[in-house]
């Protein structure tokens, strides 16, 4: 099975201040690993994924994300938030060598960053 | 502008009614997918599809039906026999890789969502 936890359903954080969304995974084999943002009312928006290659991810907006395969974990960070950032995140995972053809998603963690 | 267009935005259905939700997209993208999200459950996959006239069951496919005549195309037919079908239903295509012919590492993209209540 393949599978993605998202801990923390609500994470507040002061402008200006660093961001982590927590997420983990479960799969057999090699995940590959995404990060959506959707605001109200609205459709998914891409971020960044990891494939291969270098753990540390950057993405759109300022963002990054660290692959770690030891703890499967793919952390999503941002060094200064703003207001702008307050939305629903979405981690999501794939593990095609465990027969898998379609993304497993979290359940989302609302961020909300204060001013 | 390229990209996926999901109509309608809002749509009432009444109990018995069988209702249609459209999906376009001119991203000239193989695979389309339906999801269904309910609050604090993320996105739950309903119906895929990878090539013109195949698609297959999600999670979650009961009650729901589509049909993929063309690649631009996928549109979802919520049915009677969804007991629960109130909530926000979202579009989404992918590309394939034109080595591996895999999608699994191509980045899916989504449509603006269409919400359907029962009254």
């Known amino acids: 099975a393949q599978s993605v936890a998202q801990p923390e359903d609500q994470v507040n954080v002061a402008e200006g201040n660093p961001l982590t969304v927590k997420c983990t995974y479960s799969?057999?084999?090699?995940?590959?690993l995404f990060w959506y943002v959707q605001y109200p009312n609205r459709g998914l928006q891409f971020l960044l994924k990891y494939i291969t290659g270098d753990n540390l991810v950057k993405g759109s907006y300022g963002f990054e994300a660290e692959f770690n395969k030891s703890q499967t974990s793919f952390h999503l960070k941002k060094p200064s938030a703003l207001v702008s950032d307050s939305a629903l995140y979405f981690c999501a995972v794939i593990a095609p060598t465990s027969g898998y053809s379609t993304l497993t998603f979290g359940k989302g963690t609302m961020l909300l960053v204060s001013p | 502008d390229g990209g996926i267009t999901q109509s309608p935005k809002y749509l009432f259905r009444k109990e018995g009614q069988n209702v249609t939700l459209s999906c376009e997209q001119n991203l000239n993208h193989d695979a389309m997918y339906w999801y269904r999200q309910d609050p604090g459950q993320g996105l739950r996959l309903i119906y895929y599809s990878q090539i013109v006239n195949d698609f297959q069951k999600g999670d979650i496919a009961e009650g729901y039906s589509v049909s993929r005549e063309k690649k631009e195309s996928f549109p979802l037919t919520v049915t009677s026999a969804q007991k629960n079908p109130t909530a926000f239903y979202l579009c989404a295509s992918s590309d394939r890789d034109r080595v591996s012919s895999t999608y699994s590492g191509n980045t899916i993209y989504f449509g603006e969502g269409s919400w359907l209540t029962v009254v």
């Open positions: 799969v057999s084999g090699n995940p590959y």
